[in-house]
């Protein structure tokens, strides 16, 4: 009973509180405005986006199988990039158990320590930080006034646009309430992992594989080149609609941070936060409310149901190894 309880837990409420800021978001919305975007639609830019978003996910597999190297692992490259939409896609059902499931598999199809793969996993989590820092330190200090804007709109000071005072603050208090759930789930499971000392002392050996590294000049390519390809794929998608085309690089540079942000909320695929986020600062553009709702909702469906069908493709093609 406690295990199915903490199942339903897991999945249920990221369903719920995503539904519930989505509902909030759109409860008013005139989703005629959906199918007129989706005619004008020019797909060939989405289709070149959606490239970036599959390449994004097979330099990850890559990178992670350099960070595996230094420990004596060299797991098959399409495992590590199989592993990486399986992951992808586990996000959609529990968010962040993509991180277990990805270790799970390349233990079971390339016999790569759980423990150590972990701890591979975490140090390139703390790379990535560190690069969306640094993009959104040159976002925000490109479009100061912009962000500024956009901070005092989502703190509820301002009572332009589609939210509320109340709807910005309630949107807010949610997502916080939901990043201290995931942090306190997590705290209690790494003190759990704690009383395994050899389960610790093979995390520790992953996570300082870094250190170890021959071509680190490669790892940081890569990570270069993953966070390049995320920015692309949702870039081209202003092209994809006559309203947001318009849009300047540096505008796309601070949505894009600002969407990435938004999906530490443990929502599916950040559904909620992340539409709150585009909306709002697409707004402060000059685009109309209903446009921005229309681009975050089209944009943001397409993406995730790529990220699925990824998912699907990895589960399939690793029945083909032993």
């Not at 599959?54 to 199988?65: D, F, N, T, Y």
């Not at 209690?188 to 021959?214: H, N």
């Not at 999906?263 to 539409?275: D, E, L, R, S």
Request: net charge positive.
């Amino acid at each position: 009973m406690k295990k199915i309880l903490n199942i339903l837990i897991k999945t249920g409420l990221p369903l719920l509180l995503g539904a519930v800021i989505l509902y909030w978001i759109y409860g008013n919305f005139d989703f005629a405005r959906i199918w007129e975007a989706l005619h004008t639609m020019d797909m060939w830019w989405f289709w070149v986006s959606c490239l970036f978003g599959v390449l994004s996910h097979a330099i990850r597999g890559w990178r992670w199988r350099l960070t595996l190297a230094p420990l004596g692992y060299r797991p098959a490259n399409d495992s590590c990039v199989y592993s990486i939409f399986i992951a992808y896609a586990a996000n959609l059902v529990v968010p962040r158990v993509g991180e277990v499931s990805r270790c799970v598999v390349l233990e079971r199809y390339d016999r790569v320590p759980f423990a150590q793969s972990l701890g591979t996993l975490v140090s390139e989590r703390l790379v990535d930080t560190a690069m969306v820092l640094l993009i959104t330190l040159v976002a925000v200090a490109s479009q100061w006034t912009v962000f500024r804007a956009f901070v005092a709109e989502a703190g509820g000071v301002s009572e332009s646009g589609i939210f509320s005072s109340v709807g910005r603050m309630v949107i807010l208090l949610l997502s916080l309430v939901a990043v201290g759930a995931v942090l306190y789930f997590l705290v209690r499971r790494l003190s759990l992992w704690g009383r395994v000392k050899s389960f610790v002392s093979r995390f520790c050996e992953g996570f300082m594989s870094l250190t170890k590294m021959r071509h680190f000049w490669l790892f940081i390519i890569e990570t270069v080149g993953i966070w390049l390809c995320y920015f692309l794929q949702f870039y081209l998608c202003f092209f994809c609609f006559d309203f947001s085309s318009g849009l300047s690089v540096a505008a796309a540079l601070l949505l894009f941070v600002a969407g990435s942000v938004a999906v530490v909320v443990p929502t599916p695929n950040g559904a909620g936060p992340w539409h709150f986020a585009v909306m709002s600062i697409m707004m402060l553009y000059g685009v109309s409310s209903t446009d921005a709702g229309a681009f975050a909702l089209i944009v943001h469906s397409l993406q995730t149901l790529l990220v699925a069908l990824l998912g699907i493709v990895g589960l399939v093609m690793l029945q083909f190894k032993r």
